[in-house]
């Protein structure tokens, strides 16, 4: 990959932790809880979006580890609050579903708060 493509998909990269930012911090702004800003938001849709469109152009590289962490946290972050809904359902499960959603969204910030700042270092994420 050259230079200038790679430098691109640096700043795709920074972009994409952006637009997933930008929605978990709206659900922290707003009454909405993080998680379901993150997965409902425009943005993070929007994110999820590129990372499968662009994935193939940062195969073999260290952003590869980037675009997997991402598509990760979000997929995960879903189902996570699939099993929040299911809790809902019944009485007992209300508050659980209350604390597994605040939980939820803590992880999601940290892992992208994570992900941003070892984009700084130029580092790749661990491949879990």
């Given amino acids: 990959m050259e230079q200038s493509s790679s430098n691109d998909m640096v700043k795709l990269t920074y972009v994409i932790y952006g ?9 922290v702004l707003t009454s909405a ?11 993070s849709i929007l994110a ?4 499968y469109l662009k994935q193939d152009e ?3 590289t260290w952003l590869e580890s980037h675009f997997r962490w991402q598509i990760r946290t979000f997929w995960f972050a879903l189902l996570w609050l699939i099993i929040g809904a299911i809790l809902v359902v019944t009485v007992i499960g209300i ?20 992900g941003v ?12």
Avoid: C, Q
């Fill in 19 to 27: 637009l997933h930012l930008f929605s978990a911090v709206t659900g």
């Fill in 33 to 43: 809880f993080v998680i379901t800003a993150f997965l409902s938001g425009w943005p």
């Fill in 48 to 51: 999820v979006f590129l990372n």
């Fill in 58 to 60: 940062v195969r073999g």
């Fill in 95 to 114: 508050p659980l579903a209350w604390v597994l959603a605040m939980l939820v969204g803590l992880w999601v910030l940290y892992r992208m708060l994570r």
């Fill in 117 to 128: 700042a070892r984009l700084l270092d130029k580092e790749a994420m661990p491949m879990d």
